[in-house]
């Protein structure tokens, strides 16, 4: 057994305009990263439509295509830009992310990492936002449920904005659990405790700017931890954004880059548990190129690590 790394090469067709944070030289800040783990590499497949529309409604589909341009670039949002290359690297995201799962739960891999852009995990259902255009997290979980018919899974976002796009696509699902860590106060202002899901299968984990390594660990030994293991996932998927790190330009958890091995190795702890070691990781944010590479290192080494 060993760890599945999928790139998307499409990823670098994926332009926006200068100064924007969610810049190209991210793919290469990550590929930097994984230089040297030992990984089974395949590249993203473009994503069925039939898997988008797990998640998104077709009308919504159809927006995101039209308004894609021939050059330049068109906004879905104050933040959110489109390039010719956007939507062909958005779908192969999603790809990305069915195949790592469908490699997992074969028995292929115990773990894979996708390392792709755009970021997904603000997408709604009819919303592109905060720099995503699909679900792409939500879309594999409801791959794994509806596809390969698990019986429950969780979702786990230590990226340092609230993904409220997978809260979204996921509130009505009773056998997704989905558990986010997130600075608060702090785009996109959801992510409050009382946010619990139809089922009460969301638990949202707001932290205070500043509070550092300390208070996340406790945070998620005494509430996120305990709340998975009382799940029993079949499967455990990762919003895997390293934006609370401390030289992150967006925002002020101030992690360290040893706090995603940690917390990498305590999930795949859950994981060896309960699903036979079974973690699919998908990237979402970071924004300082240095600590971006550092931290993937950190996470996918130990996914690597745990995975033989």
């Known amino acids: 057994m060993t760890t599945l790394l999928i ?9 926006t305009p200068p100064g ?13 990263g994984l230089k040297g783990l030992d990984l089974l590499h395949r590249d993203a497949p473009l994503a069925e439509d039939a898997d988008i529309l797990r998640a998104h409604p077709a009308r919504y589909l159809a927006k995101v295509r039209a308004a894609s341009p021939v050059a330049g670039w068109a906004q879905l949002d104050g933040d959110t830009y489109l390039s010719p290359g956007s939507v062909a ?7 990305g992310a069915c195949a790592a799962v469908d490699a997992v739960l074969s028995g292929e891999v115990s773990n894979a990492f996708l390392a792709a852009r755009p970021p997904g995990h603000h997408a709604e259902s009819e919303t592109a936002m905060g720099f995503c255009i699909f ?8 791959r794994a449920l509806n596809h390969h ?18 809260q979204d696509l996921l509130w009505n699902q009773p056998r997704a659990l989905f558990c986010s860590s997130h600075q608060m106060p702090l785009y996109p202002g959801t992510g409050s405790a009382s946010e619990i899901g139809a089922h009460g299968q969301i638990l949202n984990v707001p932290l205070s700017e500043h509070t550092g390594s300390g208070p996340m660990r406790e945070a998620y030994e005494s509430l996120i931890f305990p709340r998975i293991a009382a799940w029993k996932p079949d499967l ?14 967006l925002a002020g958890l101030d ?3 040893e706090d995603y091995a940690w917390l990498t190795h305590r999930l795949c702890d859950l994981a060896d548990s309960h699903c036979a070691g079974r ?18 290192n950190a996470h996918v080494g130990v996914l690597q690590e745990r995975g033989r």
Do not use: K, M
């Open 149 to 166: 018919t698990l019986s429950r899974i969780a979702v786990v976002d230590f990226d340092v904005h609230h993904g409220n796009g997978t």
């Open 20 to 32: 924007h944070p969610e810049q190209v030289a991210r793919y290469a800040a990550v590929q930097a």
């Open 89 to 95: 690297a958005a779908l192969h995201a999603v790809g």
């Open 255 to 257: 992690w360290q880059t």
């Open 7 to 15: 790139n998307s090469p499409q990823s670098e067709n994926h332009l």
């Open 279 to 296: 973690v699919v990781s998908c990237l979402e944010g970071g924004y300082d190129l240095p600590a971006l590479t550092a931290s993937v």
């Open 236 to 249: 455990i998927l990762i919003s895997a954004g390293f934006d609370a790190h401390q030289a992150d330009p």
């Open 135 to 142: 679900g792409t997290v939500s879309i594999a979980a409801l």
